[in-house]
């Protein structure tokens, strides 16, 4: 499970997260399309819990699993354990990093939202496989999302961490991916992009061919 090999398309959704379209339809196209990783986040006023998320969690992880995709839980790391997931991904306001990595073991992957120097530094020591950094653009799939950031953030924990594979997220569409692939990032994860598309595997290709026109690969 390599975080180095670009272009590394992250896909993130939930089950609100597609509007008319089956959630399960548009994470086959995405999966058929060629992401790389794909992560459960079931936020939401209408978000799904208990026995509905954990059944869902399993179509999920499933579909992931015919394509040989990484299937990874966002924050709730009971979940991910209880299923069996390849990782979690957790927030700076979610439980201890180093607690979750004790949980999950050091054979499953971790990944830790930063944004910051002082954040990655925290996240390498937690033992993270990856930092996801944004939002770099504005974003309206997280209600929570800090202020706009662009690539400087990037930039910043990249030259200071040179190794650590970082993700970069928010309000990244095909159009604008030039510029968060040339800071040198490993990877850009999208909700919206990918989960609001008519044709979710051209989305990904899109996505994909972004890397290939930018000037740093």
Known sequence: MKFTDKPLIYFIMGSENTGNRHPLTVLEEALSGGISYFQLREKGDFALTGHELEKFAGECQRLCGVYGVPFIV?????????IGADGVHIGQEDEDASAVRRKMGNEKILGI???????AALAVSAGADYVGMGPVFSTSSKRDAKS????????SVKD???????IAIGGITPDNAKLVWSAGVEGV???SAIAG???AALQVE???NSFRRSDRQ
């Open 74 to 82: 966002n924050d709730n790391v009971e979940l991910a354990c209880k």
């Open 113 to 119: 939202s930063v944004h910051s120097v002082k954040e």
């Open 148 to 155: 706009p950031a662009g690539v400087a953030g990037i930039l």
């Open 160 to 166: 200071a961490y040179p190794q650590l594979p970082v």
């Open 189 to 191: 994860a999208v909700i």
């Open 197 to 199: 598309a008519e044709d």
């Open 206 to 208: 899109r996505l994909q």
